[in-house]
C-alpha cells in the first residue's frame, strides 16, 4: 500500500470515528419536558393561526407543538402528561384594560350584580347591606357597586338622594355606577361633602341638581364623584391587599393569564409585589400609573413619577408571574356615551325629544359633551414626553371628537418618533460599520462607528412604542384606518357591542339613526387592520371573557327583551379567528409582551387554557357557555375546574 493510500485510510478512519461520535448526538432524544398536554386541538394563534396536537413545556416555557407521535421525544420518566381527549387548549386570556383592584373591592362591598332594578328593588338591597352592617352606624361610609344606572326600571327612571334618604340608617351612603362615571350619595353624603345649591360644578365633573333649581339631586358625574369619595377612610395596606387577591383569583377562573391594570397606584403595586413573594400572583400583572389632570400641563412631572415607580417595581418578564409597570394609566378626555351622563365628547350634538313620549321628535340638542378634558397641544406635547420616556400612553377616548383627536396626538409621537426613520438610521449605520471594517480603518474610527450603531439601535427600541386607546365606543368612519396607519391598539370592551339597557335605552335614541349603527366599531376597526383588544374594563362589567367573546362574534347579547333581539347596529361582526387573536395575541402586542406571551409557539411562556368545548366548532352564540377546565400560567397550573 502507498504512502498517500496509507494517509487517506487514516483520514477516512478519524473521519468515520468523528461522524460516528457525533451521529448520535445529532438524533438524541431532548432533554424531557415537565408536562406534556397531548391528544388535543391546540390552537396556537401564531401567525398562521396553526392546529397542533401536543404541547410540550419544560421550565415553564414551550418547547414543542406538533403530533402526538412527536411529542413522545419529550416524555421523561418524571413527565407529566394529560391526555386531553380532544379538548381545546389556546392561549391564555390577555386583558389589555381592566381595574383589577377596584373590582376585587366590588367582589367584598354590597353589590346591587349589574341588574336591572326597580327603585324598591334598589332600596331593599342596599336596606339588607344595612342592616348586616348595623354595628356601623351612624358614621361609617356604606359603599354600594354593581349599580346598572341606565337599566333602572320602568324605564327612564331617574334615582335621587330622596331614594337613599327614605332608607332606616343615619350612615353616608355612595352608590358607585357601573360605568365609573357616577356616583349617588344620600343627604348626609352631601352635607359631610360640603356640597349645597352654592357649590359649582368641579373641574372635569358635574353636579346633578333638582329640576331647574340649584340644590343637589345627589348624582356627582365624573371628577364631582372625588367630592364624596374623598371622604371615606382611605383603607389599610392588607385590605389593598386583600381586593387584589381576590381579583387574581377571579381573573385566573376565567381564563385570563396577562392583564393591565389602570390607575394603579403605590399601594396596589405594593400589594402585587405581596401576592408575589407569597406565591399567589397569578397572572402577569402590568400596573399603569395614572397621570392625573394636574400633571397633564408638566409632562416632565408625571414621567419622573412614573419613571420612579419603575425603577421600584418593574421586572422584566420571566415564566413566574411578576409586576411591570411599562404604561401610562388611562388619561381620560372624556366621559360616557349613556344618557343621563352623556359626558362622551362628540362632534354632533346629542339628540333631545322635542315631541312627546307618544309621538318623539328627536332633534340637536344644545350638547355636543364636554371638550376633550386635556387640550390638543398639551396631549400632544403629554403622548411625546410619555413615548420618549419608554412610558407606551393609553388615552380614555369614547365620543368621536375624543378619538380624533387623540388619533393626532398619537400621529404627532409617530412623527417625531418614527420607525421607519429609526431602522433607516441603523441600517445607514450598520452598513457604515461594516465598510470601515472591510477597509481596515483605524480602531478609533470603528469605535466611532460602534457607538453610532448602539445608539441607533437604542432609537430603534424607543420608536417601537405601543399607542393605545381605551374604548373607542364611537369612531367617525375617516378615522379607521388611522387605527391601522398609526398602528393604535383599541382597547375595548366588547361587552358593550350587544343590545342592552346601556346600548338600546340609554342610546340609541340621543344618538340617531346614523352613529347608533356605528356604534362599537370594532368590526369596521378590525376590517380596516386594527388589533383591536380585549379591555375588559371590569368592573364596569362583570368578568366573563367568554361572554365578551360571544358578543364581538354575534354583537348579540343575552337579554330577553323584544327590542334586545338581534345584532347591535350595522358594524360587521367579527369572525371567530380574529376575534381569539384580539382576546390574545393582540393584547399581548399592546403590552408589549408579544414576544413571550399571547400565543402557543416554542420559545415563549406557557400561558395557556383547556376549554370544554371547541371555539372553532359550535356555533358562536354558544361560545358564552364555554367552561375554562384549566389555566396554566409559565407552565404551572393557577386553576382547575372541580
Excluded at 301 to 322: N, T
Aim: aromatic share 6%.
Amino acid at each position: 500500500m502507498s504512502h498517500v493510500s496509507r494517509w487517506a485510510l487514516g483520514v477516512g478512519a478519524a473521519l468515520a470515528l468523528l461522524l460516528g461520535g457525533l451521529a448520535p448526538a445529532a438524533n438524541a432524544a431532548p432533554k424531557p419536558a415537565d408536562t406534556v398536554l397531548r391528544n388535543g386541538f391546540v390552537y396556537t394563534v401564531d401567525q398562521k393561526n396553526s392546529v397542533k396536537q401536543a404541547i410540550a413545556i419544560r421550565g415553564g416555557k414551550i418547547v414543542y407543538t406538533g403530533t402526538d407521535k412527536g411529542v413522545k421525544r419529550f416524555v421523561g420518566k418524571r413527565t407529566e402528561v394529560t391526555n386531553l381527549g380532544g379538548k381545546m387548549v389556546m392561549p391564555g386570556i390577555v386583558d389589555a384594560h381592566n381595574h383589577a383592584t377596584s373590582a376585587g373591592e366590588v367582589l367584598l362591598q354590597c353589590d346591587l350584580g349589574y341588574e336591572a332594578l326597580t327603585v324598591p328593588d334598589f332600596q331593599q338591597r342596599i336596606q339588607a347591606c344595612l342592616d348586616e352592617g348595623a354595628d356601623k352606624e351612624p358614621d361609617g361610609w356604606l359603599q354600594v357597586s354593581g349599580w346598572y344606572r341606565q337599566a333602572m326600571l320602568p324605564e327612564g327612571t331617574v334615582v335621587t338622594k330622596a331614594d337613599l334618604d327614605g332608607l332606616g340608617t343615619s350612615r353616608p351612603i355612595v352608590v358607585q355606577s357601573s360605568d365609573g362615571h357616577s356616583t349617588l350619595t344620600n343627604s348626609r353624603g352631601l352635607e359631610l361633602a360640603g356640597i349645597t345649591a352654592a357649590t359649582p360644578d368641579p373641574e372635569g365633573g358635574h353636579i346633578g341638581r333638582v329640576g331647574d333649581t340649584d340644590e343637589p339631586n345627589g348624582i356627582l358625574e365624573d371628577s364631582a364623584q372625588g367630592m364624596v369619595h374623598s371622604l371615606i377612610p382611605e383603607p389599610t395596606q392588607g385590605d389593598v391587599v386583600q381586593w387584589a387577591r381576590t381579583a387574581v383569583e377571579a381573573m385566573r377562573a376565567d381564563g385570563v393569564t396577562s392583564f393591565m391594570e389602570q390607575g394603579a397606584t403605590e399601594s396596589v403595586l405594593e400589594a402585587y409585589r405581596s401576592l408575589r413573594r407569597a406565591g399567589q400572583l397569578t397572572a402577569r400583572a402590568s400596573l399603569a400609573p395614572n397621570v392625573p389632570l394636574a400633571e397633564r400641563a408638566t409632562p416632565a412631572v408625571a414621567v419622573k413619577r412614573i419613571l420612579d415607580l419603575r425603577r421600584k417595581y418593574h421586572r422584566p418578564l420571566e415564566p413566574r408571574p411578576d409586576l411591570r409597570v411599562q404604561n401610562s394609566g388611562e388619561i381620560s378626555q372624556d366621559g360616557g356615551l349613556q344618557w343621563s351622563a352623556q359626558t362622551a365628547s362628540l362632534f354632533e350634538p346629542y339628540l333631545v325629544n322635542a315631541g312627546t313620549e307618544e309621538a318623539p321628535n328627536w332633534v340637536p340638542g344644545p350638547s355636543r359633551g364636554p371638550d376633550p378634558y386635556t387640550p390638543l397641544p398639551q396631549l400632544k406635547r403629554l403622548s411625546l414626553a410619555l413615548a420618549k420616556a419608554g412610558i407606551e400612553p393609553e388615552i380614555h377616548a369614547i365620543g368621536d371628537r375624543a378619538v380624533h383627536e387623540t388619533l393626532d396626538a398619537y400621529a404627532y409621537v409617530r412623527k417625531h418618533l418614527s420607525k421607519k426613520k429609526a431602522k433607516a438610521k441603523l441600517t445607514k449605520a450598520q452598513r457604515k460599520l461594516a465598510k470601515l471594517r472591510r477597509s481596515s480603518a483605524g480602531k478609533q474610527r470603528i469605535r466611532k462607528a460602534r457607538a453610532a450603531v448602539k445608539r441607533a439601535r437604542k432609537l430603534v427600541r424607543k420608536a417601537d412604542v405601543r399607542l393605545l386607546i381605551s374604548h373607542a365606543e364611537m369612531v367617525i368612519p375617516s378615522d379607521y384606518d388611522r387605527f391601522r396607519k398609526l398602528d393604535v391598539i383599541p382597547a375595548m370592551g366588547f361587552w358593550w357591542a350587544s343590545p342592552d339597557f346601556d346600548s338600546i335605552d340609554a342610546a340609541k335614541d340621543y344618538l340617531g339613526p346614523e352613529r347608533f349603527n356605528r356604534m362599537e366599531p370594532e368590526g369596521h376597526l378590525q376590517r380596516a387592520g386594527a388589533k383591536i383588544a380585549l379591555g375588559s374594563d371590569w368592573p364596569v362589567n362583570a368578568l366573563d371573557s367568554m361572554y365578551q367573546l360571544k358578543v364581538l362574534t354575534t354583537r348579540e347579547g343575552s337579554n330577553p327583551g323584544e327590542k334586545y333581539q338581534g345584532p347591535l347596529g350595522e358594524v360587521p361582526p367579527v369572525p371567530i379567528k380574529p376575534a381569539i387573536r384580539a382576546m390574545t395575541i393582540n393584547g399581548a402586542y399592546g403590552m408589549h409582551q408579544e414576544k413571550q406571551t399571547g400565543s402557543l409557539e416554542p420559545g415563549k411562556f406557557a400561558d395557556l387554557i383547556v376549554l370544554d368545548r371547541n371555539l372553532l366548532r359550535i356555533p358562536a352564540r354558544q361560545i358564552a357557555d364555554t367552561e375554562v377546565l384549566t389555566t396554566m400560567v409559565g407552565g404551572k397550573t393557577v386553576f382547575r375546574a372541580e
